[in-house]
């Protein structure tokens, strides 16, 4: 029996967020850019892949991507406020996957939206993954996880 593997995560925030949000992460770290809506990535360091900034949200602009940083913690800056976001798994790989639609998907209907998600594995797509890259249930069947989630507020 092989083990199972995955790429999944826990449920991610899909946040309403001003143009003038930021997203934080400790780096640099290796991040997959998804310029499109295939399973083909970039590799570059955070915060800039390919000549796409990805720490601002930024104004509509037609455009849509999506990243997975390979990374365990996030924070998401808005205003005063900041979302952190963290998730830890034993022996399994982590990554943040981060979603930012700025009217550019789907065609015919476009619309605004910004996603992070902290997952396990580090690839939206298994036919896209090497070595190290899918999470794998062991023989028991059962793989724990902890996702952290605090909000704070400056004042």
Do not use: K
Not at 24 to 36: H, I, K, Q, S
Not at 100 to 128: H, I, K
Request: aromatic share 6%.
């Amino acid at each position: 029996m092989r083990p199972a593997t995955a790429s999944c995560g826990p449920p991610n925030a899909l946040l309403d967020l001003s143009p003038a949000a930021r997203i934080g992460v400790v780096g640099p770290a290796v991040t997959r850019l998804y310029a499109d809506e295939g399973d083909r990535w970039v590799a570059g360091n955070w915060p800039s892949v390919d000549g796409v900034p990805l720490d601002r949200i930024g104004p509509d602009d037609g455009s849509a991507v999506g990243a997975v940083v390979l990374t365990s913690r996030v924070s998401v800056h808005d205003g005063a406020d900041t979302l952190h976001l963290s998730v830890e798994a034993e022996g399994q790989p982590v990554a943040v996957a981060l979603w930012r639609n700025l009217g550019g998907f789907p065609q015919g209907a476009p619309y605004r939206s910004a996603g992070v998600e902290p997952m396990l594995g580090r690839v939206f797509d298994r036919a896209a993954a090497e070595d190290g890259d899918s999470a794998v249930a062991p023989p028991t069947g059962e793989v724990t996880w902890r996702l952290t989630v605090t909000a704070t507020r400056r004042t």
